[in-house]
């Protein structure tokens, strides 16, 4: 138990495999320029802005991304993310730093975005849990910049016990349907 809830993990095999595989690469990138400009080729590719979903430090490359090449995003998810929603938490009485990059460039460019955060994810990684105040303060200078931010603790609508792989446990589907939800009252 973590955070006094249970875990919602699957542990059969096949999911346990699927893990495996989903891990992230680590070292350096080999693609000439680095990872932002393959991911920026890969979406220049398709054609037109996409909504982005990132997940842990998938938020913190989503970020950047953003920042480079604002033209590509139509709206950004951020699930249990990194990046100006949760670095490391900020020193007792100092408020948390957001950068100002990212949030003109949602702003400017008329980017959505979405925060997702669960129990013992990023909320839970000390006793108070610093997420919900980090990432409130990120929501809260994208509205005060005229943006579109919402921000979601899963536990505040009565989905509890998940971890930072939240979409991945027993609450997934209603994670994503929280996800799908508000792409349908938000994206245009």
Known sequence: M?????????TDQENLKRFLAAQMPTGPSPSPGGPNSAFIAAIEKIGKPIIYVGWSAGGALGESLVIARPDL????????????????PPPPGTPPMVNPAYVNALVAN???????????????????????????????????AG?????????????????????????????????????GSHVH
């Open 2 to 10: 973590v955070g006094g809830t249970g875990n919602q993990m699957p």
């Open 110 to 144: 008329h980017i959505p975005f979405l925060n997702v955060n669960s129990t013992t994810g990023h909320s839970g990684r000390n006793p108070g849990g610093y997420a919900p105040f980090v990432c409130q303060a990120l929501i809260d200078q994208i509205i005060a």
């Open 73 to 88: 995003f139509k709206a950004f998810v951020s699930l249990e993310a990194t990046g100006s929603c949760v670095p490391n």
């Open 147 to 183: 943006g579109d931010a919402t921000q979601v603790q899963t536990p505040a609508l009565g989905i509890v016990g998940n971890s930072h792989m939240d979409f991945w446990e027993n609450h997934s589907f209603q994670i994503a349907q929280i996800v799908v939800d508000w792409i």
